[in-house]
């Protein structure tokens, strides 16, 4: 079983900072992209970035020059370096992941359970 877990959400005040993680465990053969997306209340979720397996990046017009995607293939793992946060950053934040499953042999898209982040003005 594939399972994402989300970590480093808080709260934090209006130009304040903020990593969040985002580590990959169980059957885990490989990972192809992996994103972070957000869901602020009543709103849609929307992409804030993603990032290959190779490392090349992309980010949602509004978290551009502020927030940065890496990984580290090694450990499964994706974080989110959030810089200069607003409070319209405030929302749950959720990872997900291309993963392929080494033990079912099948590719599939997973999702974490979300971790909220919370700007304060």
């Known amino acids: 079983q594939v399972q994402l877990v989300e970590s480093g959400g808080g709260l934090v005040q209006a130009g304040g900072s903020l990593r969040l993680s985002c580590a990959g465990s169980g059957s885990i053969l490989s990972i192809n992209n992996m994103a972070w997306h957000r869901q602020a209340p009543g709103e849609q979720r929307e992409l804030v970035a993603a990032?290959?397996?190779?490392?090349?990046?992309t980010y949602g017009d509004s978290v551009k020059g502020r927030f940065t995607i890496s990984r580290d293939n090694g450990k499964n793992t994706v974080y989110l370096q959030m810089n200069s946060l607003k409070p319209e950053d405030t929302a749950v934040y959720y990872c997900?992941?291309?993963?392929?499953?080494?033990?079912?042999?099948?590719?599939?898209?997973?999702w974490g359970q979300g971790t909220q982040v919370t700007v304060s003005s």
């Open positions: 997900a992941a291309d993963v392929i499953d080494g033990r079912l042999h099948r590719r599939g898209n997973y």
């Open positions: 990032i290959t397996r190779g490392g090349t990046t």
